[in-house]
C-alpha cells in the first residue's frame, strides 16, 4: 500500500488528453513540492516535472502538472503511442517510516 | 555528460550480504543528494535511502539497521552495503541524483538486479 495514491491504470486514443491523479496528505504533498516520473517499459524512470509544475529541459510542453491541497495532477495532450509507459508521482514525507514516497504508479494505455 | 552507473547485483542466498555500486561521471557525487531507488519485479517504485551533500543518512524502515548508504570522493562513487538480505529484498536497485536538493531522480542510473533466493 503505497503512501500516495495514483489509478492503476488510465488510457485513451492517440491525439487526445490524459490526467492522472496523485492523492496524499499533509505530512507530504500538503507541504511539499511534487514530482512526475515516466518508465517507459524495461527501462529506468526518467523526470518528467518537479517542483509542482515545472519540466526539466528537453520534456515537452506536452507534459504539465499541478497541485492542490493534498493532490497533485499530471496532464498529457496530444497522445503519442510513445507515450504508453508507468508513471509515478514522488514527493518528501516528514513521516517517520520513509523520507520519500512514491505513488503505486499509474499505466498509461495509448489505445 | 551525467551518467551513473550501477554494478553489484546477482544472485544472493537469504541472509547474505552484497555491496551496490553506482559510479557516477559528469559531476561530483559529494555535491549532490544521492538516493537508491528499488523496484521489485512487476511493482511500484520504493525509496530505499539517501545521503545528502553534507554527508547525512536516512533510510526507509524497511531497510534501516540492513542497509549503509555511503559513498567515496576519491572514486566518486555511491555505495550501498547490504545485510541480512531478505527474499523481499529482491529487485531492481537504481541510483539516482539531486542536483538541488529537492527532487529525487533527477538523473538515474540503468539498475542493477539483486535476487534473493536459495
Known amino acids: 500500500q503505497s503512501v500516495l495514491t495514483q489509478p492503476p491504470s488510465v488510457s485513451a486514443a492517440p491525439g487526445q488528453k490524459v490526467t492522472i491523479s496523485c492523492s496524499g496528505s499533509s505530512s507530504n504533498i500538503g507541504n511539499n513540492y511534487v514530482s512526475w516520473y515516466q518508465q517507459l517499459p524495461g527501462t529506468a524512470p526518467k523526470l518528467l516535472i518537479y517542483e509542482n509544475n515545472k519540466r526539466p529541459s528537453g520534456i515537452p510542453d506536452r507534459f504539465s502538472g499541478s497541485k492542490s491541497g493534498t493532490s497533485a495532477t499530471l496532464g498529457i495532450t496530444g497522445l503519442q503511442t510513445g507515450d504508453e509507459a508507468d508513471y509515478y508521482c514522488?514527493?518528501?514525507?516528514?513521516?517517520?517510516?520513509?523520507?520519500?514516497?512514491f505513488g503505486g504508479g499509474t499505466k498509461l494505455t495509448v489505445l | 555528460e551525467v551518467q551513473l552507473v550501477e554494478t553489484g547485483g546477482g544472485l544472493i542466498q537469504p541472509g547474505g550480504s552484497l555491496r551496490l555500486s553506482c559510479a557516477a561521471s559528469?559531476?561530483?557525487?559529494?555535491?549532490?543528494?544521492m538516493s537508491w531507488v528499488r523496484q521489485a519485479p512487476g511493482k511500484g517504485l520504493e525509496w530505499v535511502s539517501v545521503?545528502?551533500?553534507?554527508?547525512?543518512?536516512y533510510y526507509a524502515d524497511s531497510v534501516k539497521g540492513r542497509f549503509t548508504i555511503s559513498r567515496d570522493n576519491s572514486k566518486n562513487t555511491l555505495y550501498l552495503q547490504m545485510n541480512s538480505l531478505r527474499a523481499e529484498d529482491t529487485a531492481v536497485y537504481y541510483c539516482?541524483?539531486?542536483?538541488?536538493?529537492?527532487?529525487?531522480?533527477?538523473?538515474w542510473g540503468q539498475g542493477t538486479l539483486v535476487t534473493v533466493s536459495s
Open positions: 559528469g559531476f561530483t557525487v559529494s555535491s549532490n543528494y
Open positions: 545521503i545528502y551533500s553534507g554527508g547525512s543518512t
Open positions: 514522488g514527493t518528501w514525507d516528514s513521516s517517520l517510516s520513509a523520507l520519500w514516497v
Open positions: 539516482a541524483r539531486d542536483p538541488f536538493g529537492a527532487t529525487i531522480g533527477w538523473n
